[in-house]
T-cell receptor
Framework: DAGVTQSPTHLIKTRGQQVTLRCSPK?????VSWYQQALGQGPQFIFQYYEEEERQRGNFPDRFSGHQFPNYSSELNVNALLLGDSALYLCASSLLDRMGSYEQYFGPGTRLTVT | EDQVTQSPEALRLQEGESSSLNCSYTVSGLRGLFWYRQDPGKGPEFLFT???AGEEKEKERLKATLTKKESFLHITAPKPEDSATYLCAVRTDSWGKLQFGAGTQVVVTP
C-alpha cells in the first residue's frame, strides 16, 4: 500500500519566481492538506482540499494557491516567492469522517529553498 | 486563541532512562489530540490519536495519555532509535485542520 508521495524532493528557486509542488494521497484517502514547516518549528496549516474544493485555509496570503484533481492528487502553487517561503512543505492525506475518527498521514515533504 | 505548547524543547536521555514529554493545550472544543514522530528532514509519522480525558494508548515503548488540559507522551526504557522530534497537534473542527506545537527534540544516547 503506497503511502503519501510528494515531488520533487528538493527545489531551489530565486526570489520572485513561481513554484508548483505535487502530492499523491495514500490509497483510499480523499482529503489533502498542505502544511509549511520552518526549521525548528511545528508544521503550519496552509489549506485543505476535499472534493476538488478548498475547504479550509490557514493564515497564508493569496500567493499560496492549490488544486485537487479528480484522482484526489493535489498541487500547491506559490507565486512571487520570498526568502521567507524557504521551508519544508508537507502534504497530508486523510479520509474525511465527520464522526471524528480519522488521522492525517504525511508525505516525506518537499524542501524548498528560495535564494 | 487556540494554543498548543510542548515542553521541554529538548531532552537528552541515557538508553533505558524513562521520561515524559508534555503537551498543554488551550482550545475551544477538542476533537482529537495527535502525536507524531519526525526524523530530521522527513515528514511526521503518525503515532496516536486521543479523543477524551482519561484515554490512554500504547505502542512499543511509547504511551500517550490525555487530560482536559494536557497530554503526556511517556517513553519507557528508550533506545537510541527513539531519537526524534515528537510533535503534538490538536484538531478543533470537523474538517480536520491540525494545529501543532513546536515539538520536543529527544536524543537517546547508548
Amino acid at each position: 500500500d503506497a503511502g503519501v508521495t510528494q515531488s520533487p524532493t528538493h527545489l531551489i528557486k530565486t526570489r520572485g519566481q513561481q513554484v508548483t509542488l505535487r502530492c499523491s494521497p495514500k490509497s483510499g484517502h480523499d482529503t489533502v492538506s498542505w502544511y509549511q514547516q520552518a526549521l525548528g518549528q511545528g508544521p503550519q496549516f496552509i489549506f485543505q482540499y476535499y472534493e476538488e474544493e478548498e475547504r479550509q485555509r490557514g493564515n497564508f496570503p493569496d500567493r499560496f494557491s492549490g488544486h485537487q484533481f479528480p484522482n484526489y492528487s493535489s498541487e500547491l502553487n506559490v507565486n512571487a516567492l520570498l526568502l521567507g517561503d524557504s521551508a519544508l512543505y508537507l502534504c497530508a492525506s486523510s479520509l474525511l469522517d465527520r464522526m471524528g475518527s480519522y488521522e492525517q498521514y504525511f508525505g516525506p515533504g518537499t524542501r524548498l529553498t528560495v535564494t | 486563541e487556540d494554543q498548543v505548547t510542548q515542553s521541554p524543547e529538548a531532552l537528552r536521555l541515557q538508553e533505558g532512562e524513562s521520561s515524559s514529554l508534555n503537551c498543554s493545550y488551550t482550545v475551544s472544543g477538542l476533537r482529537g489530540l495527535f502525536w507524531y514522530r519526525q526524523d530530521p528532514g522527513k515528514g511526521p509519522e503518525f503515532l496516536f490519536t486521543l479523543y477524551s480525558a482519561g484515554e490512554e494508548k500504547e505502542k512499543e515503548r511509547l504511551k500517550a495519555t490525555l487530560t482536559k488540559k494536557e497530554s503526556f507522551l511517556h517513553i519507557t526504557a528508550p533506545k537510541p532509535e527513539d531519537s526524534a522530534t515528537y510533535l503534538c497537534a490538536v484538531r478543533t473542527d470537523s474538517w480536520g485542520k491540525l494545529q501543532f506545537g513546536a515539538g520536543t527534540q529527544v536524543v537517546v544516547t547508548p
